[in-house]
């Protein structure tokens, strides 16, 4: 481990995991990004004869990996639906040149790692075949599946062809398998383990040497600082905001911003490095980047050359980078899959900063108005999807709890995990961390403001609203309560829109207009919202329209925001 990877000492439940490896178990290990699940099986994979399969969801994460395992000189290949012809017929004669050698020593060239994508098993016979020999020469070590969770429809990124992975255990019964995860309810648990066909779960106490051994390593990581920012109201000031909040914490320091949509990615590239005279150097990243230029980009961030990525979801997902010092949110995160749309998904974003333990910041820029432009795009259908988002937009609310409880809170409420994975020898999971925004504000900064006279008559003039068969968005309510015209509203249903101004006698139906700030408004009737005060509806048809009001440009640009967008 040291000579290799140059690691002095093991951290979290890696130890354990790499025993149980090279001993032939099943091991399933769920460690929170950054934690160092690679290690688990790449370790044991030099350190033991024959070859390592690891099948892997995302191009760039094997990418990564390689790059990462040749610069240590360990012989790792990948092998993809893209890979050159003459490439993978070299890797394939190798490996069955591996397959037949009587040697089970470590001669020089063998293949200790090689990495596939989860078609290559599903999809292809002569690599299916290829395994089998490797597997009859005895010189296939384990089956490492990472991101195994994709084998289930019940969590939150099921992938069609690693449900067909079940057909590795019918195939070589005998080969160990290792699957890994980041998040992992208990039920998407038992799903892996039965689509998977390993072991049942042993606990500690048993003493047969059979079953599938289970790992959990806490997820609080206090080397992460968790700050919510507002976000100006206006495009151009969210990004000077950004750029000076890098500039002064974080200057050449590497980094990501995660924006919403591809778009949004490229205008943020674009902006910061304009806004900043090339000072913040950007690279763009989302799922239409041509593969050259995303290779590119990887080698150009490893080596700092490039300071920012500003990317979509699609970038992530196993990045071997460890000094990222600070991760970004442009926008509430929102992931392609109705139900990751929430804390999940921004546990996971976020928690790419700092994988080399060392302190780093992760901010999220957050505006009430955003919540609509999200709902927009949530899948109408999914109720869950509508839960999830409240829950990303309560935490993104509190301006008094410690992110850490919130985050603690959050896990083993929706997920079961038991709150005590969250503890470290050091930090009982529901003391407060001492070292977020909500831990570290000044009391004295902080306003209290009595608003049950607002909430009362943005509730009056919603129904109000409704009466005339009219339903509108978060800024549409804001702004009609604040007596701002209020625009027009779509009379609901038959998804035709009219134009034409809402008559509104405030006197009469709420004593007066709503005297606070539009950010204030939009804020309240999002907390009215996560409290159950207000409901949101959805129109019916997925991907499309939620959005009711016609506030000039903005509703027609989010009515063909699709999910095609991000
Ligand atoms: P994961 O796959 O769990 O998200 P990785 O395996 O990519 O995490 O590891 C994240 C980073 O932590 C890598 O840069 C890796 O080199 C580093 N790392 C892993 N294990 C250790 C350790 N025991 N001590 C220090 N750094 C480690
Ligand atoms: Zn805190």
Known sequence: MKKVF?????????????????????????????????????????LTPGCTLVISPLLSLMRDQLLHLQEAGVEAVMLTGGTPKSLSDEIQ???????????????????????VTP????????????????????????????????????????????????????FFPHVPILALSATCPPKVLQDILKILQMKPVVDGKASGREGTVHFSAPLYRKNLHYYVHPKPSSVKEVISTMSEYILQNHKNESGIV?????????????????????AIKTGVYHSEVPDVQKEQLHTLWRKGTVQVVCATIAFGLGIDKGNVRFVLHHTVPFADSCSQKSLDGYYQESGRAGRDGQDADCVLYYRPQDASRLSSITCS??????????????FAQDMQE???????????ESSDLSVASWTTDEANAMDRCGHCDNCTR?????????????????LKILSAVEDQGGRLTVSGVSDLARGLGGGSFDTGGKRKKIRGKVQLDYAAVAGGKVMLSKEDAESLIVQMLITGYLKEAFASTAYTVNVYVVSGEKAFRLSRFSRDDI
């Open 93 to 115: 004669s190798r490996l069955i040149s591996l397959a037949l050698s009587k040697s089970s020593g470590q001669a020089g060239r063998e293949i200790k790692l090689c990495y």
């Open 381 to 394: 259908e999914a109720a869950e999807g509508q839960a999830k988002l409240r829950d990303m937009l309560r």
């Open 119 to 170: 078609e290559k098993i599903a999809k292809s016979k002569v690599f299916v075949s290829l395994l089998r020999k490797l597997v009859e020469g005895g010189k296939l070590a384990r089956i490492v599946i990472d991101e195994a969770h994709c084998v289930s429809q019940l969590g939150h990124d099921f992938r069609p062809d690693y449900k067909k992975l079940s057909v590795l255990r019918q």
């Open 402 to 412: 410690c992110r850490k409880i919130l985050f603690a809170k959050y896990f083993s």
């Open 6 to 46: 140059g690691i002095q000492s093991f951290r979290l439940c890696q130890q354990g995991v790499c025993n149980a490896n090279m001993d032939g178990r099943d091991v399933v290990c769920i460690m929170p990004t950054g934690g160092g699940k690679s290690l688990t099986y790449q370790l044991p994979a030099i």
């Open 442 to 458: 000044p009391p004295e900064t902080v306003n209290y403001k009595d608003v049950t006279i607002e909430a009362w008559q943005i």
């Open 258 to 278: 995660y924006c919403l949509t591809k778009k949004d990615a490229e205008f943020v590239a674009e902006s910061l490095r304009n806004v900043s005279n090339d």
